[in-house]
């Protein structure tokens, strides 16, 4: 369980102890499934990077649950190669950029590659859930862009 500091002291740290604090890092290890707890709204954020095998997303006993989605909701996107999700036996192909959210009351996720050589990398964020809605894959296309200002004025 990661705890993040109170605002006032915050203010106090310097900006390596700041890193420290707020900065999650290991999450995309080859062959594993990461995770770590923060307690800000009991976010769950972890990293998949399926190999040659299949992992199946496991269930912590910090969750005290039957299984990871039984009170909880996950959003996962791929930034990496094109891999695939299963979700109680449903399997949804993801490519670079593709997201899926995974209802709550999902009980069985796993996660694979499509090309063990250029693996897919699943960002995973997940919430409680006080309500169930169904599985979704979304894709870019399916995003409602909202172009803001311009890459040369950002800074």
Known sequence: ???LPD???ARRL???ELRAAFTVQNLFEPGAVALDVVDLDRV????VVPLSQPLTLPNPTYLRAAYFCERRELGVLNIG???SITVDGVTFALGAHDALYVGRGSEQVSFASADSNSPAR???VSYPAHAAYPTSRITPADADVLDLGS???AN
Do not use: H, I, P, S
């Not at 769950?44 to 990293?47: A, F, H, K, R, S």
């Open 122 to 124: 699943f960002y995973l």
């Open 81 to 83: 190669g094109a891999g």
């Open 151 to 153: 890459q040369e004025m």
């Open 7 to 9: 605002a006032l002291t």
């Open 1 to 3: 369980m990661r705890y």
């Open 44 to 47: 769950v954020l972890g990293g």
């Open 14 to 16: 310097d900006t390596t």
